[in-house]
């Protein structure tokens, strides 16, 4: 079981800061036709290896932009493999997306205290009010089967959802919240990091990310000290229907801007993908996004 996590996080582009990092793309401004000759023709090839073949164009911009998963060469990928609002490439892991029974299990006040039965799980993570009970809501199709509340905070415990009777959905506390007692503010530091290091089902974080207000330090910190750990994360941006009072920017650029600060961090881009709790936007390419993941872990 932790040797496939292990497969998996090697195969996730989730490296420790780099000196000099390689660009990645920020947001999709154009199909991949359009944007593919936009990049250099030429690659420097190292001289210890001259018989190495200069990639392509094409295969130059998947690498650089791309959320490329297992079982696709960056030279195969074409435009209807990318699921809309996202730099994610569906791949042959791809399967049954579709969520059909889902139940509450547990809630845990510690690590240990979580389901031991070794079924695949993702954790959705994220700072307080960015949406987290609303996203698990929309996934399920369920209102209020996750709580959602105006109180930041209140959600204190390690909660799981069975999917399927397959695969969990784990909804854990937000942080920087401003509400809660000092206590809980140490406390998730302590059981919700030490969850992340030790739990061997988990196959990827769904870092949740409010699109509709520009970056914010305390999100950063979080990527990058999963990003430190080898965790495996995707960046999903909430409320890409909203825009904060009448001179707010688009949630398209609050999302760029967010990416410009994390790309230095990455030797490859992570996945990201759009959505919103109100209009249902990537909810199916989410769980289509979260099911190649879930059969390669599984594998």
């Not at 490329?68 to 042959?92: A, F, K, Q």
Request: glycine share 6%; charged share 20%; with cysteine.
């Amino acid at each position: 079981m932790l040797l496939r996590n292990r497969a998996l996080t090697s195969s996730l582009p989730f490296p420790p800061r780099l000196t000099n990092p390689s660009p990645s793309l920020l947001f999709l401004p154009k199909p991949l036709s359009q944007a593919i000759h936009q990049t250099p023709d030429t690659l420097n090839v190292r001289a210890s290896n001259p018989t190495k073949q200069p990639l392509s164009p094409t295969t130059k911009f998947v690498k650089k932009s791309l959320f490329v998963p297992p079982g696709v060469e960056p030279d195969s990928v074409t435009e209807d493999m990318i699921l809309p609002g996202s730099n994610i490439v569906v791949g042959p892991y791809a399967g049954h997306s579709h969520i059909k029974e889902v139940q509450f299990v547990k809630s845990s006040s510690r690590p240990r205290d979580c389901p031991k039965d070794g079924k695949p799980e993702f954790a959705v993570l994220g700072r307080s009010n960015v949406g987290k009970s609303s996203l698990i809501n929309l996934l399920v199709r369920k209102k209020e089967f996750a709580l959602t509340s105006k109180k930041p905070g209140k959600t204190q415990l390690i909660n799981h959802f069975l999917v399927n009777k397959s695969w969990y959905i784990v909804d854990l506390p937000g942080y920087g919240f401003a509400n809660a007692p000092d206590s809980a503010r140490t406390d998730w530091s302590s059981f919700t990091k030490g969850y992340f290091l030790n739990r061997d089902t988990l196959v990827a974080v769904m870092l949740l990310v409010d699109s509709s207000i520009p970056p914010q330090k305390i999100d950063l910190d979080c990527a990058n000290w999963l990003g430190r750990n080898n965790i495996p994360m995707t960046f999903v941006f909430t409320k890409c229907d909203k825009v904060k009072g009448g001179k707010g920017k688009r949630p398209d650029e609050n999302i760029k801007e967010f990416q410009e600060f994390i790309r230095e961090n990455y030797r490859e881009p992570p996945p990201w993908i759009m959505t919103s709790s109100a209009t249902g936007l990537g909810r199916d390419e989410l769980l289509l996004h979260m099911s190649q993941l879930r059969n390669y872990w599984d594998n």
